[in-house]
């Protein structure tokens, strides 16, 4: 009985490491994430994740067009592939 009694206790300490080391905070980055989706409005400064800076010109349900240059070149991406507001200097 001792013996059931530590395989068991074995699988709920490494269920409560997995939650806390994997579940738990890649639940907490999906919803910074969402809440970054939800917070972009016209004229915000982003980085996607391909790199490119832009300014938002147009702000759509699931797309976003980009000014990335001085000249006024728009680039229409998904929404999702912002990772980041840029931070103002």
Not at 26 to 36: K, M, P, S, V, Y
Not at 54 to 78: C, F, N, P, Y
Request: aromatic share 6%; no cysteine.
């Amino acid at each position: 009985m001792g013996f059931m009694l530590q395989i068991v206790l074995m699988f709920v300490v490494f269920g409560a490491v997995t939650y806390f080391m994997v579940i738990r905070p890649q639940r907490r980055r999906q919803q910074e994430h969402q809440a970054l989706m939800e917070s972009l409005k016209r004229g915000d400064e982003v980085i996607t994740t391909g790199g490119i800076y832009g300014k938002i010109k147009k702000v759509e349900k699931d797309h976003i067009v980009l000014e990335v240059d001085e000249e006024g070149r728009t680039l229409k991406i998904m929404r999702d592939s912002v990772i980041e507001k840029e931070k103002a200097a």
